[in-house]
């Protein structure tokens, strides 16, 4: 019976909750009380987190090499903008999840192109997908507002208590707990038998068909859902921004996910919010130094830390961190990030 | 004596090259068939068609009975076929306890639950113990399966093989590669595979095959030269001409 | 009946410039499986070379051309062995972010060395105008364009088909293992064919000055046709991109002519279409690796 226990444990032990993340959790939420000032860009820094989570989905854990995922972002965002513009949906909480199913329909018609082929196809796939989305939107800009922008967004209190202010207050605590919410959500989704499938057939999708694992229905499921993920942090972003515009299916929101993505790794769930963070952090630095070419250094960015690595980028960056928790809890206490170098 | 797994006149081209030709295999029910043949008779091609990672230019496939010709390599499994791969294929970031907790999950139909977390069911705990106890990676199931040594990497590769608990075997030259020590592990599992599991095993090594098989079929250039019980086939000709310069 | 034969004519033009800007790319990955999304950065560069001589140092255009050929293809060399050579073995993933990075980066060089505005070529006289063929307009720009690429295309598939070098590289492609065993430097064939392809692209990228149109946001948005270019022609060949690039040449033109509103749409539909029938693209095979 001890074989027994000992699986049940270690299979149990990685789905349980690291203090570390608790405490994660709680400082978001006390941003909120720390930095009254500065809800807008905490909120964006949300909005970016929930994005690139719904990529961490498929790139970390199924392995998919996407470069189109704007174009959920843009569908959930078009989507919350109509239903607001033309008052169809006018509750937000109900209209996000309308968006966000726009999307999802769109994540499963397109997930059985992403299926098929080797990863320069899909990429190209992806990528195809988005900017004919893209262009459909410049198309039908009488529907769309074209380079304009809908217009006629507004938006009204979230179950009828929390208006939407004008510092954001109201915004910042809605997309943080719509991430919470969905991050919970994906926890569960990764930790179970579904989830774990999904690490298989990244690692050997042959071995995986070969114990019974039906492959393709399983990529399916996973890319829909992510899907659904791009697509609400497409309506949050019209929601509390209350603007909505071409920009959303451009090709640099994805250039920027893929960016995130690298910095905070991929495959234990945090490395799209950190890296959203990071991000974020980088890019209003870049931004003050040089308004116009900020561009340049993100690309610097990019380059250093593929010719570095990432693997080696994480451990150097968390040397410090994990020394000071070595200190404060013993040697169990130290943070390590799962390495999944991505397919 | 009922079939376990048949083809019938299977072929498979490759442009030209004919590598699989005319192909009429039987393998009985809870039989030790060996198949065998000099390097590049096309023993591995045979396998994957059986197993649907390769599907044949012509010709049927039947797995007890029904024809599994077009059906997916996960479908077949489900219907208990399993096989091990000639070369380890195997999760390098998941460990022997992920592993096998996956193929047992999968066998279970749990494979798909998405809201359960691993490791809260005791049906499958127990199986997962079971299995890693009868291969000996009781004391390394928590590493990572690239870390491995080689001859743990084969074992687990036999065990996720038999957690799918299947009704056909395919072993693709489970002693492979193993060094001399621990080949003897890799063979005492494979002699443990219970009665009424029906094995088709690929080997080269011809201890292995003679102590393990009761029937041998020999493949050459992808067609059958002769099948028999393994005393008939050591004393056939036309095998040892075969054979002729290859270490036995 | 002649609007068809102009859009044929023109077609075939704007195909032919993009097989000679992405042939090169379709080399790198057929040849050392490695993604390259900063290709259209070397066609900008040898583009913007060739502004510089001719507008400001006053080459005469044709004399420009070959110069924007070996600038390219010596930055190409230069980033090869210093970046390049480290990411063969990485994973695509690695290998787009790294790209898409230095595309980053070039863009906003160009942008902050010649500013952000589209940028012209001076051309001789000889270039400019049309031709009166039975009333099909043959724009002399475009006819020369035909001229060259068609020239250029000639040369590589007989460098490809009759020399010995086109030999090395055809079994590089073909399964760099066994070539290197057969005692081909692999690396070396490669490093050379990089910064050809690199040198063909800045020649594109000069000669499309006055089609496409260069300015420093010309690598981001061309990426895209050389990638399907490359992805629908597959490459394991250059048969296949050469035919894909006509496809998509004409296939734009005559998209933009007869369905003005759905412009780009064509182009991204045909793509898609045509991948999911054949996800190597149409004359592609998945190679040996």
């Known amino acids: 019976m001890t074989a027994q226990t000992d699986v049940a444990y270690h299979a149990r032990r990685h789905g349980r909750w690291h203090w570390s993340e608790i405490a994660f959790w709680l400082f978001l939420l006390a941003c909120g009380f720390i930095f009254p000032s500065r809800y807008l860009i905490m909120t964006e820094v949300v909005r970016l987190a929930l994005f690139a989570l719904s990529l961490d989905l498929i790139l970390g854990y199924a392995g998919i090499v996407s470069l189109g995922h704007a174009a959920f972002f843009g569908v959930g965002a078009y989507a919350a903008g109509l239903l607001s513009a033309h008052g169809i949906i006018t509750e937000p909480i109900l209209a996000l999840v309308v968006a966000g199913l726009a999307a999802t329909v769109l994540g499963f018609a397109t997930s059985f192109l992403v299926i098929r082929g080797v990863d320069l196809t899909r990429l190209m796939v992806t990528l195809g997908i988005a900017l004919l989305l893209e262009a459909l939107a410049e198309r039908f800009s009488d529907i769309t507002g074209g380079t304009d922008g809908l217009q006629g967004i507004d938006m009204q209190p979230l179950l009828g208590l929390f208006a939407f202010d004008m510092f954001g207050k109201t915004g910042f605590f809605y997309a943080l707990a719509v991430l919470f919410l969905l991050f919970l959500l994906a926890r569960r989704i990764v930790y179970s038998p579904f989830g774990l499938s999904l690490r298989a057939i990244r690692n050997n999708p042959l071995r995986a068909a070969a114990i019974g694992i039906p492959v393709n229905r399983r990529l399916i499921a996973i890319y829909t859902i992510a899907a659904f993920y791009a697509g609400v942090a497409g309506a949050l972003f019209t929601q509390t921004t209350q603007i909505t515009s071409l920009d959303v299916f451009a090709f640099d929101r994805s250039a920027d996910l893929m960016l995130m993505v690298v910095i905070g790794g991929t495959g234990y769930l945090y490395g799209g919010l950190l890296g959203a963070a990071i991000f974020k952090l980088l890019q209003v630095g870049f931004s003050t130094i040089t308004p116009q070419y900020w561009g340049f250094w993100i690309g610097l960015v990019l380059v250093v830390i593929v010719l570095v690595g990432r693997a080696r980028i994480h451990a150097a960056a968390l040397f410090l961190p994990n020394l000071v928790l070595r200190q404060i809890g013993g040697r169990k206490a130290v943070v390590a990030l799962s390495d999944s170098e991505a397919p | 004596m009922s079939i376990a797994l048949e083809t019938r006149n299977l072929e498979k081209h490759f442009g030209g090259l004919r590598v699989t030709r005319d192909l009429s295999l039987k393998v009985f029910t809870g039989a030790r068939h060996a198949l065998i043949g000099p390097n590049g008779a096309g023993k591995t091609t045979v396998i994957n068609q059986l197993t649907g990672v390769l599907a044949p230019t012509s010709g049927r496939i039947l797995l007890e009975g029904q024809d599994i010709t077009d059906l997916p390599v996960h479908a077949r499994v489900l219907r208990g076929l399993s096989r091990t791969f000639q070369i380890n294929q195997l999760y390098p970031d998941l460990t022997p306890l992920e592993t096998i907790g996956l193929a047992v999950s999968e066998r279970l139909g749990r494979g798909g639950d998405w809201w359960r977390r691993m490791g809260t069911r005791d049906d499958v705990n127990i199986e997962i113990a079971e299995t890693l106890g009868r291969f000996r990676l009781l004391d390394v199931m928590n590493e990572a399966t690239s870390t491995l040594p080689y001859g743990k990497q084969r074992l687990l590769e036999l065990a996720v093989a038999i957690a799918a608990k299947p009704r056909v075997l395919l072993l693709d030259e489970p002693a492979a590669g193993v060094p001399e020590g621990e080949r003897k592990d890799i063979l005492a599992a494979v002699a443990a595979l219970p009665r009424d599991v029906t094995v088709l095993l690929i080997e080269h090594d011809m201890d292995l095959v003679f102590s393990f098989a009761d029937r041998i079929s020999v493949l050459v250039s992808g067609a059958l030269l002769t099948e028999g019980a393994p005393d008939e086939v050591a004393r056939d000709p036309q095998v040892k001409a075969v054979y002729l310069g290859e270490a036995a | ?289």
């Open chain 3, 1 to 289: 009946m002649t609007s068809i034969l102009t859009n044929l004519f023109d077609g075939v033009a704007y195909g032919m410039l993009l097989f000679v800007l992405a042939c090169g790319l379709a080399v790198t990955l057929g040849l050392m499986n490695f993604v390259n999304l900063a290709h259209g950065a070397f066609a900008m560069a040898g583009g913007y070379v060739c502004a510089i001589m001719v507008n400001q140092q006053g080459w005469p255009f044709f004399a420009a051309l070959p110069l924007a050929f070996v600038a390219s293809a010596v930055i190409g060399i230069v980033l090869e062995r210093t970046l390049y050579r480290h990411l063969y073995a990485r994973s695509h993933l690695d290998q787009v972010l790294f790209s898409i990075g230095l595309a980053f980066m070039s863009v906003a060089a160009v942008d902050y060395i010649m500013g952000s505005s589209r940028i012209f070529i001076n051309l001789p006289d000889a270039l400019q105008g049309q031709f009166d063929v039975f009333g099909v307009g043959i724009g002399r720009y475009r006819l020369m364009i035909i001229v060259i690429c068609g020239a250029l295309t000639a040369l590589l598939q007989l460098v490809l088909a009759k020399t010995r070098f086109g030999s090395r590289l055809r079994a590089a492609v073909d399964d760099p293992r066994a070539a290197s065993g057969l005692g081909i430097n692999v690396p070396q064939v490669f490093a050379f064919t990089f910064a050809f392809g690199c040198g063909l692209a800045g020649l594109g990228g000069a000669l499309s000055a006055e089609i496409l149109g260069l300015d420093p946001y010309f690598p981001l948005k061309f990426m895209i046709y050389f990638l399907i270019v490359v992805t629908v022609g597959g490459s394991s060949s250059i048969t296949g991109p050469f035919l894909a690039s006509l496809l998509l040449g004409i296939g734009d033109v005559a998209g933009k002519y007869y369905v003005p509103k759905m412009g780009p749409f064509v182009i991204y539909t045909m793509m898609i279409v045509i991948l999911i029938w054949r996800p190597n693209g149409l004359f592609g095979r998945t190679a040996a690796r």
